[in-house]
Structure formats: structure tokens, C-alpha cells
């Protein structure tokens, strides 16, 4: 069986296709700058990567490229696309309405459609990659995957905020959580590799990249997690601010003349670790600002390892104890120095890492960094959402 995986992103588009016997990726890639000038299709397989520059004004013309590069004669990997067994599309936001993988159909379009209100960068691109996949392959069963499944797991008393109860029956304003996939993937990983049943661990998992959140997964299940209502919740993120006083929002907006809409759109684009530095987002263009001795990017480095920790401390207290960090996701799986802030000076919870294990390169394989007297064990360990997707399609199917 193969399974095609889309992640459509507000000017991105990324895909695998996945022989699901052998859960192999056959091909992948993606679509950079949709509906921006010099957007281009990097397609992966057989061994070689080519790239295609051709304008894409939308996500339509998008998914035409990406079925025609898999069903191309030189570096296509199917004959047609009837070898598409099914689709799973990653969606970010479910509200209470879906809280498992559901099937694409007309009325969980429109249910979808209802909702991207909730996650404004995420949803209305993913909608429409799917409506492109559909009229491209009408009669290939496809399913939508939710970032926020995994979380549904989480207690009322974690996932309430405190406002008026009956506003929250009315409106569903609660924590949802995102990044489940990926929180799902690397806690199960991390359970093989210790040898033990998910049931029987408390985990916390730092998916940190571009966007980034926390999970305390105990027993194989999320009890809490950083992001919220929206992805703009928790630690500092590339541009979004993370965590904030909700009053700062209607006073910012007063003293810079915007509107409530404007005002959210500024914390999730331009605040985070690339407001604060006046650098970049980019962690790696950070560190090298602060190598060069600027105080600011050094500044977003500490603010954004400091929230970190303190939520690793929050989940081991809801928790009572952890047995194991796993670290994942862009900045995660590559910056030592991350790692280091985040689980240094944990000595009270008998949390050491070995130093020189964690600044060996990443080898794409799960790294145990763990201290010789650690009684927690810090994983780092690559997250493979689109599998995650895969399989949740397959299974739904
Ligand atoms: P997204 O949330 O968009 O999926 P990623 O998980 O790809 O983001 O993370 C992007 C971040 O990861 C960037 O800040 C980047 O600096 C960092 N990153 C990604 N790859 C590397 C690498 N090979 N070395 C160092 N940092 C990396």
C-alpha cells in the first residue's frame, strides 16, 4: 500500500510518498514560495534531488507539480496515480468537532472550513491542498490527521482556562494542544528504545523548531502541553511570542494603532526569538550573532532554553517525576548547546547529561546523551510526522 502524505504550510507544501509494507519513503519533497515570486518544487528519490523553478501563484498549481514529478518518466517513482492507495493531509486545528483522524469528505471540508478562524496560517492552506488532491484524484480515499489528537488525552483541569464556564461551552475556548504527532512519534520512540511499555513511563517531549512546544506524556498519554487554543501559546517561538499577559494585547494594539487582529498577528510574526534579537528566527543565525557578541540574539537564546526548562520543571511536578527528555524537531535535533541550558543545573531531579555525546553531529539516528549518573535519560531523537500521518490513515482506512 502507498500512502501520500501533504503538509501544506501558508506558502509551503511538503510531501512523502510512503510504501506502507515497508514504511520506506519512496519519494519526497516540496513546494517553497507558493504565491511568492521564485517558487520552486525540490523532488527526492531514487537517490537524487531535483529542482524545478516554475511560478506556483497557488496550492493548486502546487499539487499538480508534486503529482506530476512522482508520475514523471525520468525521475517519477509511479507509473500513475491509481498506485496512490490513499492521502493523509496533516490539519492543524480540530476544535472539539474532530478529535481523531477523520475521512475527507464534503462535510468535513466544511467542517474544517467552520474552523479556520481557530489556526488562520494553517488551515485555509491545507484546505485547499486537499480540495486540489481531490480533483486530481476524485476516487483515492483520503483522511485528515490533526495536530491536536494526541492531546485529547489531557485532564479538564489542564486543558481549561479560567474563564467563564459557560463561554467556554459556547465558544470551545480551551487548550488543544499541537505538534501531536510528532509529541505521539518520538514518546513511543523513546519507549522502544528503553525496552519498556509506554504505560509504564513518564516522558517529556521538547519538540523545538521553528515552532515549538512541550508535552508531558505519562503512560503513553499527553496529560499536558505548552501550545493552547492556538499555536501562538508557550515557550518563545522562531517569531511568535509564546506566552504572554492577554492584557498586553489590547494595550499594545492602543499604542501602536492596531486593531485586536493586528495586534495577534504581530506576536505570532514578530515577536519570538527573531523580535527580540532583531536577528533572524533561525537558531543557527542566532548563535552565530551571539558567537559574534550580540547581546540581543544572546538574550532570545536565554529567554528561549529558560521557558523550556521551566516547563520541564512544571511537567515533572504534574508528573511526580520523569524518566525521560526527548529533544526533536529542526532545533532540537541540532543544537547541543540548546540541550545544555535546558537540562544543566537539574541536579535536584538527578538529570546529567554527557557533554560530549551531546555535541557529537547529528546522525539522523536516536542519540542517548545521557550522564553516567543520571537517574533521567535525555534522549534526542528525529521526529517523523508524516509516518505518524501515514499510519493514522492507513489505520483509518
Ligand atoms: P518547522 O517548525 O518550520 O518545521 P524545523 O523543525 O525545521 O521548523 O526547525 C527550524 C529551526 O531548526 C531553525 O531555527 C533552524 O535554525 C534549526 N535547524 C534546522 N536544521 C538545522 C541544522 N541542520 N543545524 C542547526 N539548526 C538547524
Redesign the pocket.
Same mark, same amino acid.
Given at each position: 500500500m502507498k500512502v501520500l502524505v501533504i503538509n501544506s504550510g501558508s506558502s509551503s507544501l511538503k510531501y512523502q510518498l510512503i510504501d506502507m509494507e515497508t514504511e520506506s519513503v519512496i519519494a519526497k519533497g516540496g513546494c517553497e514560495r507558493i504565491g511568492i515570486e521564485g517558487s520552486n518544487l525540490k523532488h527526492k528519490a531514487k537517490g537524487k534531488e531535483i529542482v524545478i523553478q516554475q511560478a506556483m501563484p497557488d496550492h493548486t498549481v502546487a499539487v499538480s507539480l508534486v503529482l506530476k514529478a512522482l508520475t514523471d518518466a525520468e525521475y517519477g517513482v509511479i507509473a500513475s496515480m491509481e498506485e496512490i492507495d490513499a492521502v493523509g493531509h496533516r490539519a492543524v486545528a480540530s476544535g472539539e468537532v474532530f478529535k481523531a483522524p477523520t475521512l475527507v469528505t464534503d462535510e468535513s471540508i466544511a467542517k474544517m472550513e467552520e474552523l479556520s478562524d481557530l489556526a488562520p496560517l494553517h488551515n485555509p492552506p491545507a484546505i485547499v491542498g486537499v480540495k486540489a488532491c481531490r480533483a486530481a484524484m476524485p476516487n483515492t480515499p483520503m483522511a485528515f490527521v490533526f495536530d491536536t489528537s494526541f492531546h485529547f488525552t489531557m485532564p479538564e483541569y489542564a486543558y481549561m482556562y479560567a474563564i467563564d464556564y459557560e463561554d467556554y461551552q459556547k465558544y470551545s475556548i480551551r487548550r488543544y494542544g499541537f505538534h501531536g504527532t510528532s509529541h505521539k512519534f518520538v514518546s513511543q520512540e523513546a519507549a522502544k528504545y528503553l525496552g519498556k511499555k509506554p504505560e509504564d513511563l513518564k516522558i517529556i517531549t521538547c519538540h523545538l *523548531?521553528?515552532?515549538s512546544s512541550i508535552t508531558a506524556v505519562k503512560g503513553g498519554k499527553s496529560i499536558d502541553t505548552t501550545m493552547g487554543f492556538t499555536p501562538l501559546a508557550g515557550v518563545p517561538m522562531?517569531t511568535r511570542s509564546g506566552d504572554i499577559d492577554p492584557a498586553v494585547v489590547e494595550y499594545l494594539a492602543q499604542k501602536k494603532g492596531l486593531t485586536l487582529a493586528e495586534a495577534i498577528t504581530y506576536l505570532n510574526k514578530k515577536g519570538g526569538v527573531a523580535g527580540i534579537s532583531g536577528v533572524s528566527?533561525?537558531?543557527?543565525d542566532l548563535r552565530a550573532a551571539k558567537a559574534q557578541g550580540n547581546k540581543r540574539a544572546a538574550l532570545a537564546l536565554d529567554m528561549f532554553t529558560y521557558a523550556c526548562k521551566k516547563y520541564v520543571g512544571a511537567y515533572t511536578a504534574a508528573m511526580n517525576g520523569v524518566d525521560c527528555i526527548v529533544f526533536t524537531? *529542526?532545533?532540537g535535533e541540532?543544537?547541543p548547546s540548546v540541550i545544555e541550558a535546558v537540562c544543566g543545573d537539574m541536579d535536584y531531579i538527578g538529570l546529567e547529561i554527557d557533554k560530549e555525546k551531546n555535541s557529537a553531529p547529528?546522525n539522523g539516528q536516536i542519540r542517548d546523551v545521557t550522564g553516567k549518573n543520571s537517574k533521567v535519560k535525555v534522549l534526542i531523537i528525529p521526529t517523523n510526522e508524516e509516518l505518524v500521518i501515514a499510519r493514522e490513515t492507513v489505520e483509518l482506512l
Open positions: *523548531g521553528n515552532g522562531g528566527s533561525d537558531f543557527r524537531a *529542526g532545533v541540532n543544537t547529528n
